[in-house]
């Protein structure tokens, strides 16, 4: 065994020379997270998957709709039909992004200034879009808080911030939109997005860790419980995907990428698109019988980070020849 872990001590940290330097040749910035060889074999599709006019005659309202994946998601529901309210704390740049995705798709998508953790502001915007909309058929909780700390120096506004916007936010409207859904005997779809990382925990993000394993506790409970109203709900973990501000909180020096990139056995990060198509369809008709399930689209990475021995795919078939033998001798 201390053949093994001598092996895979040198594996890695010959490893990580190589990829510092790869990576070091790039902007660190705007896409330039380098593939590994294999992600020739996981191509990206990012055309519409879904039929046109699938969500015709559908209202949709995303948080935090107006940058990054909350931006990606509402383009690819208005390419579809759907008539789109975009809700985040930034009016100007919600306008901006409302006025590109209706020069793209020719639907209209109504901007809403909003802070999620006042209920008497969710419902001012709720009256809003139903008066102007209609009630949404769809909400996607988007608009989340995020950054990387040790605990011990979070502040207790800091850790309350991430709650009240991540676990608190998404409860308030769920509370708001559902209970119109439940009195007009409408139904609808609620979709979050999540993280892999409610499953295992993880230290350095332990609010957001605590918020959004609420969250998928939630919807899990209210899958279950409003499904006699007609109302499904559904999670969405995602994966390392590079978004606006997302990554510059999370990953400031921009060398966490190539721990990401060991961490995923496809060799790539994702796109805003494949989020996009997978939050459409979980929205959809098609997939009208998945309720209270969460779905992780992250090329593989939490299986590779939960198994006890994934590190041993950096040792060599060299290293491997020299192990076997040293088995074969023990045994």
Not at 64 to 92: C, Y
Not at 154 to 183: C, E, H, P, W, Y
Not at 304 to 327: H, P, V, Y
């Amino acid at each position: 065994m201390s053949a093994l872990r001598a092996a895979v001590s040198q594996a890695a940290k010959t490893d990580l020379k190589l990829g510092v330097r790869a990576f070091s040749t790039t902007t660190g910035r705007n896409g330039d997270y380098p593939p590994r060889p294999q992600a020739k074999h996981f191509p990206v599709k990012k055309d519409t998957m879904l039929p046109p006019d699938s969500y015709k005659d559908k209202v949709v309202l995303v948080t935090g709709g107006g940058t990054g994946l909350g931006k990606g998601m509402s383009l690819k529901f208005s390419q579809l039909g759907a008539k789109v309210a975009i809700a985040a704390r930034r009016q100007e740049v919600l306008d901006k992004a409302a006025a590109e995705i209706t020069a793209q798709t020719g639907n209209v998508v109504l901007p809403c200034s909003l802070d999620i953790r006042n209920p008497a502001a969710i419902k001012e915007v709720v009256d809003k879009i139903e008066a102007e909309l209609g009630l949404p058929n769809v909400v996607i909780h988007n608009a989340a808080g995020n950054f990387i700390s040790p605990t011990e120096r979070l502040s207790a506004n800091a850790f309350q911030t991430i709650i009240d916007i991540v676990l608190k936010g998404t409860a308030f409207l769920t509370l708001d939109v559902g209970k119109r859904m439940i009195k007009q005997e409408k139904g609808g779809v609620f979709l979050a997005i999540t993280t892999h990382y409610t499953n295992e925990g993880s230290g350095f993000v332990v609010p957001s860790a605590c918020a959004k394993s609420g969250v998928e506790t939630m919807c899990k409970s209210l899958g279950v419980e409003w499904g006699r109203y007609g109302i499904r709900f559904n999670c969405i973990a995602p994966g390392p995907i590079e978004t606006e501000g997302a990554f510059s909180r999370l990953d400031p020096t921009g060398q966490g990428a190539k721990l990401m990139m060991d961490n995923i056995p496809v060799g790539r990060i994702g796109e805003i698109e494949e989020i996009a198509n997978l939050a459409t369809f979980l929205c959809s008709d098609y997939s009208s019988w998945i309720n209270a399930e969460t779905v992780t689209l992250d090329g593989g990475e939490f299986r590779s980070l939960a198994g006890e021995f994934n590190k041993l795919r950096m040792i060599t078939n060299e290293q491997w020849d020299m192990m076997e033998q040293l088995i074969r001798k023990l045994h």
